[in-house]
């Protein structure tokens, strides 16, 4: 244990972080990267598993199902408040190999479950539930892979961890719809249910979507055990990470993040169901991954803009464009006159994942440098190292919740779009609510980071904060 525990742990020292740092935080990173990726595949699996209970003879209605999408999000967010707080309690290390574990229980479950359409209805609102299990993971491991970083690559290393682990929902979006009708596995995982779709009777192997799972958690988890490290100052009681809920730039910042992640985890779990009810004559479950593909890629690849030219100005953008996405999303379902056409359809929701996921890499840079630059205020008398300290687990504990208070935007979302279908047939309702949330989240960004004279004003990089200081 004693060979995982980092006693002397200087990221800031420039000589110390190439000597010696890089390399360890490298390795941390790229070990809690598929452990994460995993805990986004689990935790979305009921987004693609939904869309064929009818298929293999569950009688469940649209509402139901579309329950069953937001059920996940809603233990996933709730379980990422009690994990925002854990990694400085019991080590980043230990939490990641338990948290990635605890993966198996709903993807065995689900993997016997869908198998026998006797199953009641109760059974699978347990199983969603046990789902969110994937997404507390998340804030756990960002709160943990904050703390090896310098300041200057904080917010490229989180994008990458954040971007790269939520490719999770896209790789378990493309690997289902292949997988569940591949008998290979039939003799391990179990026989498939004889479904007929459109007149034609085939075998549908729906375990096989949750199975396929439970080999690589076990392995990431290994990986984790042997090969990732705790940092001893990286140590706080639940007592001092609780200042966090006294700090106003948490709550705006929880704001801001549930219209990015919030967006980007929401309409990955409708997305699928959605298009299915509104085009049932398109093939939607087979291109269904490329948007949580989008968004992931786009979080993880502009991360470094964030870094060079601030995210209060990056997130500025990102929220007009999601104004013109759910315009265009308007015009594809048919709001505006005239017949709903997928390709609008199509075209402006990949728009809209685009930028969740610029948005999602770019209100992260934005905590750090907003709660450095908050410390000289809260901390008048403290000496620099004692600031730097202080920022850190702040930074790390607002990163944790804000990721939290994000993730119910998986549970409005699917939600909303599922009464909106029950209510009017249409999901125009539910467009019109984002459409007006992201009008407010472009307000309160603009008026508290963005706009000249802020506390961010001038800031670009984390960088330009240090020179500051």
Known sequence: MANHLLTDWKPEDPDYWQGKGRSIAARNLWISVPNLTLAFAVWMVWSMVVAKLKLVGFRFTTDQLFWLTALPALSGATLRIFYSFIVPILGGRLWTVLTTLSLAVPAVGIGLAVQHPETPYAMFVLLALLCGFGGGNFASSMSNIGFFFPKAQKGNAL????????????????????????????????????????????????????????????????AAWLGMNDISTAKASFKAQSVVFRRRHNWIMCWLYLGTFGSFIGFSAAFPLLAKTLFPDVLVLKIAFLGPLVGALSRALT??????????????????????GVVCTLRGVGAFGGAANFQIFFASFMWLFF???????????????????????????????????????????????????????????????????????????????????????????????????????????????????
């Open 159 to 222: 994008a990458i961890n954040a971007g790269f682990g939520n490719l999770g929902v896209s790789l378990m979006q493309f690997v289902v719809p292949v997988i569940i009708t591949s008998g290979f596995f039939a003799p391990v995982f179990g026989a498939g249910l004889t479904i007929h779709d459109k007149g034609v009777a085939s075998q549908l192997y729906l375990q096989n979507a949750a199975f396929i799972w439970v080999p690589f958690i076990l392995a990431a988890a290994a």
């Open 303 to 324: 991360g470094w803009i964030s870094d060079r030219w601030g995210g209060q100005n990056v997130t500025q953008i990102t929220f007009g464009a999601l104004i013109l």
């Open 355 to 469: 930028w969740t996921g610029v948005g999602n890499a770019s209100t992260f840079q934005m905590i750090p440098a907003i709660v450095r630059a908050s410390m000289v205020r809260l901390m008048p008398a403290a000496t620099p190292a004692e600031r730097l300290q202080s920022a850190e687990m702040e930074s790390a504990a607002i990163v944790g919740f804000t990721s939290a208070f994000g993730a119910f935007g998986g549970v409005f979302i699917p939600m909303a779009f599922g009464q909106s279908l029950k209510d009017t047939g249409n999901a125009n309702t539910a467009l019109i609510v984002f459409l007006t949330f992201y009008i407010t989240c472009a307000v309160l960004n603009w008026a508290t980071y963005a706009r000249r004279g802020s506390i961010l004003s001038g800031a670009k990089s984390p960088t330009t904060l240090k020179a500051a200081e």
